[in-house]
């Protein structure tokens, strides 16, 4: 009888402590199951992410821009740009890939008098590009297209014979050539306006714009470059 009674003790202690082991097996297969299927969900949600983010370039440069009545030779660029009257500003513009948004905005104050001043405007606001060999190209051909804006306005206590503010409205479009030299963008691109008209529906002056504007333009480039 001892002897059964001992081996019934044996076997109700060897039988809690054997389904404690396997209880402990089975969590740490459930745990293996979880961290794989984990990582197997997170891989192909976050790496799409961060190549969309790789394709993303931000370009910010300050500009230099002058109207032609039509297309000007490298000569008359120069001495336009050299003559103190062309407008100063700064553009930006989001690429992905190949596409794009941006805007430019240049002014020019030309003093009246001791008081008084004339601010000359010409911006073009937003624009949709297209970079042919895409954004992050060391050598960038482009082509933009968008509306703009040009005015301009007295700024002074003086009365004046002549309209205080002119404003004219315009489409654009433009060609270009841009180099990325790691983060240094430089370039120059020359737009075209088919026509122009002053705002409908008010007595606001118009503004008379060229047929055509140059711009030259030296910034950052902030993306992934080739």
């Known amino acids: 009888m001892k002897a059964i009674a001992l081996v019934l003790a044996i076997l109700c202690l060897a039988i809690p402590a054997s389904a404690h082991d396997h209880h402990r097996g089975d969590v740490d297969i459930d745990i293996d199951i979880e961290v794989d299927g984990e990582a197997e969900v997170a891989t192909p949600s976050v790496v799409p992410a961060l190549k969309a983010l790789s394709d993303v370039n931000v370009n910010i440069v300050g500009l230099l821009g002058k109207d032609f009545i039509e297309p000007p030779t490298v000569d008359q660029a120069f001495s336009a740009l050299r003559d103190g009257m062309a407008l100063g500003g700064v553009g930006w513009e989001v690429v992905i890939r190949r596409f794009g948004l941006g805007g430019t905005y240049l002014v020019h104050f030309e003093p009246d008098s001791n008081d008084s001043?004339?601010?000359?405007?010409?911006?073009?606001?937003?624009?949709?590009?297209?970079?042919?060999?895409?954004?992050?190209?060391k050598i960038d051909p482009f082509v933009d297209a968008g509306l703009g804006c040009a005015g301009r306005v007295y700024l002074g206590p003086t009365v004046i014979?002549?309209?205080?503010?002119?404003?004219?409205?315009?489409?654009?479009?433009?060609?270009?050539?841009?180099?990325?030299?790691?983060?240094?963008?430089?370039?120059?691109?020359?737009?075209?306006?088919?026509?122009?008209?002053?705002?409908?529906?008010?007595?606001?002056?118009?503004?008379?714009?060229?047929?055509?504007?140059?711009q030259i333009f030296a910034g950052v480039n902030l993306g992934r470059h080739q």
């Not at 405007?121 to 992050?136: D, K, M």
């Not at 963008?185 to 503004?207: C, E, N, V």
């Open 117 to 137: 001043w004339w601010l000359d405007w010409e911006t073009q606001p937003i624009f949709a590009s297209y970079h042919i060999l895409g954004g992050v190209a």
């Open 161 to 214: 014979s002549s309209d205080r503010l002119g404003i004219s409205l315009y489409p654009f479009a433009s060609a270009g050539l841009a180099l990325n030299l790691d983060t240094l963008r430089i370039g120059t691109k020359l737009s075209f306006m088919p026509w122009q008209g002053r705002i409908p529906a008010t007595t606001i002056a118009g503004y008379e714009v060229g047929a055509c504007q140059l």
